[in-house]
Nanobody, 125 residues
């Protein structure tokens, strides 16, 4: 069993930066692919970025590529999402998720086994 706790959300102006963290419990964190998803009001939850367990591969959704960076520190059981050049359309609840089964990166919500409670990110124009 893995528990995920996100932090680092908040209110930021357009063009600013935020760094989200996701702290995981469990001995096998280092073997999971980790992802970030987001859900804006009235919209479906969508894939943002993910990283394989060794950090060798990453994948980004088109709207965030070049602005967001995902990374992980397996020694600290933590995955990060560095968000730069924030836009109002980045406003959403951001969720951390863990995929225990696949060594490749999936963008499908249903492929992720564990989820955090989410952290709110609000970007003002």
């Amino acid at each position: 069993q893995v528990q995920l706790v996100e932090s680092g959300g908040g209110l930021e102006r357009a063009g600013g930066s935020l760094r989200l963290s996701c702290a995981a419990s469990g001995r096998t964190f280092g073997t999971y692919t980790m992802g970030w998803f987001r859900q804006a009001p009235g919209k479906e939850r969508e894939f943002v970025a993910a990283i394989t367990w060794r950090g060798g591969r990453t994948l980004y959704a088109d709207p965030v590529r070049g602005r967001f960076t995902i990374s992980r520190d397996n020694a600290k059981n933590t995955v990060y999402l560095e968000m730069n050049s924030l836009r109002p359309e980045d406003t959403a609840v951001y969720y951390c998720a863990a995929d225990r089964a696949r060594s490749y990166i999936s963008v499908r919500l249903e492929d992720y086994d564990y989820w955090g409670q989410g952290t709110q990110v609000t970007v003002s124009s």
